[in-house]
């Protein structure tokens, strides 16, 4: 479970994990997030605004390697 702020650009800031599995999974869920394109900002009054996000992430790992 990872929580971020969205800003109102629709940038995302204060990404922390509340609760991981590994190093390497929260590793992966932060290396993705940065990668994601810009969220749609929540509004009030019809303005933008900073809103705060908890997102599940769930993981399906294989033993099998990638082809």
């Known amino acids: 479970v990872v929580a971020f702020i969205v800003e109102p650009t629709g940038e995302i800031s204060n990404i ?6 590994s190093r390497d999974l929260n590793n992966e869920v932060l290396r993705v997030l ?3 394109p810009k969220w749609i ?3 009030r009054h019809g303005h933008p605004v900073r ?3 908890t997102l599940p992430v769930e993981f399906q790992l294989s033993e099998e390697p990638y082809s």
Do not use: K, N, S
Not at 16 to 21: A, S
């Open 16 to 21: 922390r994990i509340l609760q991981g599995d």
């Open 34 to 36: 940065y990668l994601m």
């Open 41 to 43: 900002p929540a509004r």
């Open 51 to 53: 809103a705060q996000v």
